[in-house]
């Protein structure tokens, strides 16, 4: 597909990264010289210099024949203007906009439209609907939904006192008393797509799919005592903190948010009554220490300095808190800060960029194409959700007949709202949801694609 990236921040990036390497046609724009330079260096693309809400530069960029815009500035008003514009030039064109201020949330979706949006990206938000079930379910280092949340993927460490060390795959299910399949092991940077003699070792960060109930059920048997959330402390207030501190009041959690800018406290104070916010530098330990760091249930770093996340996440783990929620900026060096004690990692562009993904791959491929989509094992396993239709093929055949490729594995058959685990007696009928792991190549793009011809 022709595609239009406009604004090449973190964001834009990311997706000029993942798109480019499934082969579409990608256009950049930006107002920044030296960011579409480093762009073309790294990726095959075009790159077109200028305000990228004008039709000058739209056409330079070739809008009347791409097939989707993708507006990722850092103004929401400058991305918005972008798709009606495009839009204007282009009727056919499909246009995605990152539109991240609160004040704008509601109404972008109600306005569609007139901004002739095909779909609205924020960030913020999704990363702090990720946080938000990660303090509600407390126990995992992530965790992703399908099947409206009938099924899920999990990531656990093995560590050096966990009872999965040194277990076979073989014997797992005797141990954790649950339907669960291990679906994928990051191991010492690498992805593997396990078999069933394949042994967990300590440092090994485990991907397991299951229901909800029977993911609650290992987690008992495992030994990891969890319980709601009752006080939360949440390091800086941009529009994360905001979103996440609102959908926590609701479930009636306590909040406190530390915040060094004075103006934007008075801000959160007046957006969020309940909320407790304390103007001060949350690097401080004195003021961490102060405001009940260790007597907190969950503690999220979310300022807009990766560094000063790790630190204080660091400190969190040195003071035994239960739960700790980092908020990454850049998705660099996975690797190394994976072997830090910072609790679960969350990365809002990474949720971003893979939503918009998921959208390119469905306007792909109109029919079969994944409802859901879920990186793993720090982008290099993809995890998916089909919903099984009459032009998939082997319904009703039993999976131990049909063969499937090299690194792909089915994870999951959920059956009129109810989710198991695939053994070789099973098999799946239309209206059926699959979920479906692969190495991350992206050679899945349809269901039909698992199987081997």
Do not use: W
Not at 158 to 165: A, C, G, R, T
Not at 321 to 328: G, M
Request: charged share 25%; glycine share 8%; with cysteine.
């Amino acid at each position: 597909m022709n595609i239009l990236v406009a604004g090449i921040g973190k964001v834009g990036m990311t997706l000029v990264r993942q798109l480019s390497a499934e082969g579409h046609d990608l256009t950049v724009i930006d107002h920044s010289s030296s960011v579409l330079e480093n762009c073309v260096e790294d990726y095959d693309v075009m790159a077109i210099e200028g305000n990228c809400a004008t039709m000058e530069t739209l056409a330079e960029a070739g809008v009347e024949n791409a097939d989707l815009l993708l507006a990722m500035t850092n103004a929401d008003e400058v991305n918005l203007l972008c798709c009606m514009t495009a839009h204007h030039m282009n009727s056919k064109l499909h246009t995605i906009a990152r539109i991240r201020d609160p004040e704008y949330t509601q109404q972008a979706y109600t306005m569609r439209g007139a901004f002739a949006l095909s779909m609205v990206v924020n960030p913020d938000r999704s990363a702090a609907r990720e946080i938000t079930r990660l303090i509600k379910y407390p126990g995992f280092l992530k965790r992703d939904t399908f099947a409206k949340g009938l099924a899920e993927i999990v990531e656990l460490k093995v560590d050096e006192k966990s009872v999965l060390k040194d277990v076979s795959l073989f014997k797992l299910n005797n141990i954790v008393k649950a339907q669960i399949l291990v679906c994928a092991v990051l191991r010492e940077g690498n992805a593997i797509i396990p078999s069933g003699d394949f042994s967990l070792r300590q440092g090994d960060r485990i991907f397991v799919t299951g229901s909800a109930r029977d993911l609650a059920e290992m987690l008992r048997n495992l030994g990891i005592i969890t319980h709601k959330a009752r006080r939360v402390l949440i390091a800086g207030g941009g529009r994360i903190s905001y979103y996440l501190a609102k959908s926590l009041l609701e479930q009636g959690t306590a909040v406190q948010i530390i915040e060094r800018d004075e103006k934007r406290c008075h801000d959160l104070a007046e957006a969020l009554p309940d909320a407790s916010i304390i103007h001060g530098d949350v690097s401080n330990q004195y003021i961490l220490n102060r405001e009940g760091l260790e007597g907190c249930d969950s503690f999220v770093t979310a300022t807009g300095v990766d560094e000063t996340n790790i630190v204080m996440a660091l400190y969190a783990a040195k003071k035994n808190v239960p739960q700790i929620i980092t908020k990454l900026g850049r998705a660099e060096n996975m690797e190394i800060i994976n072997e830090l004690s910072v609790g679960s990692l969350v990365c809002p562009k990474e949720l971003c960029a893979a939503s918009v993904v998921r959208y390119v791959r469905a306007m792909k491929n109109q029919v079969g194409a994944a409802v859901t989509m879920h990186t793993i094992a720090d982008g290099q396993a993809e995890a998916l959700e089909f919903v099984v239709d009459e032009n998939t093929h082997h319904c009703n055949e039993q999976l131990k007949n049909i063969k499937l490729k090299d690194n792909v594995l089915l994870a999951g058959i959920t059956h009129k709202g109810k989710t198991i685990i695939p053994r070789g007696d099973s098999y799946f009928v239309p209206g059926d949801s699959l979920v479906v792991v692969e190495n991350g190549q992206g050679m899945v793009l349809r269901l039909n694609d698992i199987f081997e011809s």
